[in-house]
């Protein structure tokens, strides 16, 4: 939810109002007695109140105004909010509303000066604050719209995760998760109903509850046991870890492939020709705001792609369908390239390169002498590195063993001019 069709209306300029009319106020289960004063006066002043059932629900002493539910889909509720741009309008949200709330949505809509927000204790404050476990110290999640897998990349041992359930069923979800992926050893503790008369705070390690509040977090001390697959800090995946038909680029290549590409935070990676998306896959697993987008002509491929990234915990990942160029259309800029297919057809490497935002990289693997030749040619165009690549590994030879050499890759590496590498 991080914008609106222009139907809604373009934001406004910071001048054209003197003081903010949009306030988005922070409300927990203890109810409105529990806001900052201010908050308080906010709120009864409000010429139109927006929130979901429940917060409108605890807030119904304080409000003088008409009150909005929140609809389904919740964008039409943001394009009501604009309706009303310089009258007096509260949000309510809970919590904190710029932990994983509405905060950022409404902040995306409205011009610098129009919006105050005056946060509560978020749930994982809340939660925190129960454990005694450090802020800095803590990863936090949630599950609310977005699948369990993506805490996959968090399963470290030792870890400490923060879960924001969707519903009464997620904990058992959890739970039934981390069992199949080797860590059903870990520590779990639910935390129902947070500030809440209701409250209350108990250790589900060995089994979940039939009976669980909708609103519940899920604590994870994660303990992997023997044989869990534990997600490196470092690039280079087992290739059994992806489902493929043979055509991946393997591990020790990716590794290097990925230190060419040098992921940086928060960067856009195009994939092109991403067979198992073993590449953008790793390229996502670098940083929790890395993107990518993988481009893969045989829709068997595109599926295997999608399959992978939900299985390593980084459901984000784009998957497009279709052939270089045609199949780039539309799509944002990337800050980096790689050519991991393709690179011998005609006008693939030329569409990377065109596409690169200015100290963007492009890395392009091949294994044939036309993909060389073509590799040659760019790095006559646009500079850059070439590197041949050899891999050998341990193999049967008869009754002994001996290093047999894979197929070696050439590898060409360039930064597009225009700002600081």
């Not at 914008?3 to 009319?21: D, M, R, V, Y």
């Not at 409108?56 to 929140?70: E, F, K, Q, V």
């Not at 741009?85 to 994983?100: Q, Y």
């Not at 073993?278 to 399959?307: C, F, G, K």
Request: hydrophobic fraction near 50%.
């Amino acid at each position: 939810m991080t914008g609106l069709p222009s139907s809604a209306g373009p934001a406004i300029s910071p001048a054209a109002h003197s003081a903010p009319w949009l306030s988005v106020l922070g409300i927990g289960e203890d109810g409105p007695e529990a806001m900052a004063p201010a908050a308080r006066a906010l709120l009864g002043a409000a010429a139109h109140v927006f929130g979901g059932a429940r917060h409108l629900a605890l807030a119904a002493p304080l409000i003088r105004g008409t009150a909005h539910p929140w609809p389904s889909p919740m964008r039409d509720g943001y394009r009501a909010i604009l309706e009303h741009r310089g009258e007096a309008v509260v949000v309510l949200a809970s919590g904190d509303p710029f932990c994983f709330g509405v905060g950022s949505a409404l902040r995306a809509l409205v011009g610098d000066g129009e919006m105050l927000c005056l946060p509560a204790p978020s749930a994982f404050s809340l939660a925190r604050a129960r454990l005694g476990w450090a802020m800095q110290e803590v990863a936090e999640l949630s599950f609310c719209g977005r699948p369990i897998e993506a805490m996959r990349p968090r399963l470290q041992p030792g870890a400490r995760l923060l879960c924001l359930s969707a519903d009464a069923a997620t904990p058992a979800q959890v739970a039934a998760y981390l069992r199949a992926e080797g860590f059903g050893a870990s520590r779990l503790i639910l935390l129902e109903a947070l500030g809440a008369a209701r409250e209350r705070v108990r250790d589900i390690t060995a089994g979940v509850p039939a009976t669980v509040d909708p609103l519940n977090m899920l604590a994870v001390e994660v303990v992997a046991e023997p044989g869990a697959r534990v997600l490196p800090l470092a690039p280079g995946l087992p290739d059994a870890w992806f489902e493929n038909d043979g055509q991946i680029t393997k591990r020790e290549i990716r590794a290097m492939t990925l230190s060419a590409l040098a992921p940086r935070e928060g960067e856009l990676l195009w994939d092109l020709g991403a067979g198992s998306g073993s590449v953008s896959i790793e390229w996502m697993l670098q940083h929790p705001r890395n993107r990518a987008v993988a481009v893969e002509a045989r829709a068997d491929r595109a599926a295997r792609a999608t399959r992978n990234a939900l299985s390593l915990g980084v459901p984000g990942l784009r998957v497009v369908t279709g052939t270089v160029p045609e199949a780039l259309a539309g799509l944002e800029p990337p800050d980096a390239v790689f050519v991991g297919g393709g690179a011998s057809v005609p006008g693939v490497l030329d569409a990377g390169w065109a596409a690169l935002r200015p100290g963007g990289r492009i890395v392009a693997n091949v294994v044939t002498v036309e993909g060389e030749m073509a590799l040659l040619r760019a790095w006559e165009r646009w500079g850059g590195a070439l590197t041949r690549i050899g891999v050998e590994r341990l193999d049967r030879v008869g009754r002994m063993h001996g290093m047999r050499p894979a197929m070696t890759v050439t590898q060409w590496s360039a930064v597009r001019a225009g700002a600081a590498s």
